[in-house]
């Protein structure tokens, strides 16, 4: 005979198996790594000169390049959001490009353009160096600016025109519209995109390591301490100062939760016509544009030539170089953790959103602040907490463990979609089902998964994609035999085999649009089906 339980029903026991997961998963290998420091002098590794270097020198290209990203992924989401300017949905999606490759990738591709034998270095004679703080905030700039953009396009296109009309038949100046309207919109999720800018190129290792010279940052500083030095007590010193930033910006957003709703329908601003406008907003974005894919266009040309830059012939031979020193091998490992983690990952965050959207109650605010934690850990961090609290296990050195870290890693962005997606649909559905005796399985099956289709083929292009090209998760954590292809990047840029470090960076980003296209070719398929 069952003896019931009060208050506790089967969705509250899946609750309760989602929170230890992602306790175990997450909470406790971060409290691992925080009690790892006890072991560390952490006033005297705090009083070094070069770990306070290494911290000046982030705050420095952080914010330098936080500023720069903005103000130019700004005058981009204008451009696009605000002007008749042909072919604005092309630059909106090309412009993303960068997000498909590593950005350790985007370092390298400055070092081929403006280093010391740069193609542009030579052909405008050029005597400055790329090495050091400016090297780092350009190629951070490449990196984060096309992060900025979708987060800024998405606030102009939903901001309310109306103001803006009743202004201008006031007679009152464009500056003072923006004074007085633009900058007060703006001012709230602005602070969330500088947050988010600055948290992602301030925890960032690839390109300062492959441009930063002598200008160490803090997550180079610890890479050379745990991958060089073995020093796990003084990287989780380290680690914890990574982590001061990604917290601010995780209390900001929960803080300001929903706040920027509105219950009235919002008025599109009209767009005039103005072809000085227009043609300038062209030129801008074309610019943007190219110079973003100079890096793609480089490895392209660096994989078919014999030696750059001595020998510019056509040549074959480098993709048979690297194929033969194991980058087939390495790319089959890259795509089981990618299709891992993409099954996984969309599994795991879809259930917890459905719990934590569906089912209202303290257990489901809990679960969901959990679900969104990892969003205040950085990679490194993230990797660093797994080697100290999953080392000597079962799964530690197999490629189950790439693919639980990265899971974890990348949860929190597709948990938001499922959860917003699921929380938009009536929420009188299980009630309506529980009278007519469907249960809650079946209207998840039948009614809420095809109507979230769209939001779950982008969780599965989201996990795919960023678990090809992450570089920090993963380097504390792989072995000879479970070894990403991404992480061949460095080494061959070590070994100045920079035309393998191309290739490579060719076989992620020609993965990473195969999925791309993939996803919008079932978007397309979807939204016909619909229609018919």
Do not use: W
């Not at 605010?365 to 999953?390: D, E, Q």
């Not at 938001?416 to 997606?421: H, R, T």
């Amino acid at each position: 005979m069952k003896i019931p339980v009060p208050g506790f029903s089967r969705h509250s026991a899946v609750k309760l198996l989602l929170g230890a997961f992602l306790a175990v998963t997450i909470i406790f290998p971060l409290g691992t790594m925080l009690l790892n420091m006890a072991a560390a002098d952490i006033a005297g590794i705090i009083a070094l000169e070069q770990f306070r270097q290494a911290l000046i020198h982030s705050i420095l290209a952080a914010g330098a390049g936080t500023v720069l990203s903005i103000l130019v992924a700004y005058i981009f989401a204008l451009a696009a959001v605000r002007t008749n300017m042909r072919f604005r949905e092309i630059f909106s999606v090309f412009v993303t490009l960068p997000m498909l490759i590593p950005s350790i990738s985007q370092g390298m591709g400055m070092v081929l353009l403006f280093g010391a034998n740069g193609i542009v270095t030579r052909l405008l004679g050029l005597r400055h160096s790329i090495y050091g703080f400016n090297g780092i905030v350009l190629g951070s700039v490449i990196y984060a600016f096309p992060v900025a953009f979708l987060m800024l396009a998405d606030i102009l296109r939903y901001e309310d025109g109306s103001p803006y009309e009743a202004a201008a038949v006031l007679g009152i100046p464009r500056f003072r519209r923006f004074l007085s309207i633009t900058f007060p919109y703006l001012r709230k999720p602005l602070i969330s995109v500088v947050f988010a800018v600055f948290t992602l190129i301030f925890t960032d290792y690839g390109v300062p390591l492959m441009v930063g010279g002598q200008f160490t940052t803090l997550p180079v500083l610890m890479y050379q301490e745990v991958i060089g030095l073995l020093n796990f007590s003084r990287g989780s010193v380290i680690g914890s100062f990574l982590l001061i930033p990604a917290v601010i910006a995780f209390i900001f957003d929960v803080l300001n939760q929903d706040r920027g709703n509105q219950g009235f329908v919002v008025q599109r601003k009209t767009k005039e016509k103005n072809l000085l406008r227009d043609g300038a907003a062209l030129f801008y974005c074309a610019a943007v544009c190219f110079f973003i894919a100079l890096p793609v266009l480089l490895f392209a040309v660096l994989t078919f030539v014999k030696s750059y830059p001595v020998d510019m012939s056509f040549s074959a031979a480098n993709i048979v170089k690297t194929m033969g020193m194991g980058a087939g091998r390495f790319l089959v490992n890259s795509v089981i953790i990618a299709l891992g983690v993409a099954v996984l990952g969309t599994a795991l965050s879809y259930i917890t959103a459905y719990f934590t959207a569906r089912t209202p109650g303290k257990s489901s605010k809990l679960l969901h602040l959990i679900s969104i934690t990892s969003l205040a850990i950085p990679g490194l961090v993230l990797g660093l907490s797994y080697v100290l609290f999953f080392k000597g296990s079962f799964i530690y050195g197999t490629l189950a463990m790439l693919i639980l870290v990265n899971t974890v890693h990348f949860l929190a962005s597709p948990y938001l979609m499922a959860y917003n997606s699921l929380g938009k649909l009536n929420p009188n559905l299980e009630d309506v089902g529980c009278t007519l005796g469907i249960s809650r399985l079946r209207i998840l099956r039948d009614v809420l998964i095809p109507q979230t289709k769209l939001t779950i083929l982008e969780m599965v292009s989201f996990f795919f994609v960023n678990s090809m090209m992450t570089i920090s998760a993963v380097s504390f954590l792989s072995t000879v035999r479970t070894k990403p292809v991404s992480l061949l990047i460095t080494e061959f840029e070590f070994q100045m085999h920079i035309e393998g470090s191309a290739f490579v960076s060719l076989l992620i980003l020609g993965c990473n649009l195969f999925i791309k296209f993939f996803v919008y070719g079932c978007n397309r398929l979807a939204k016909t089906a619909e229609k018919d």
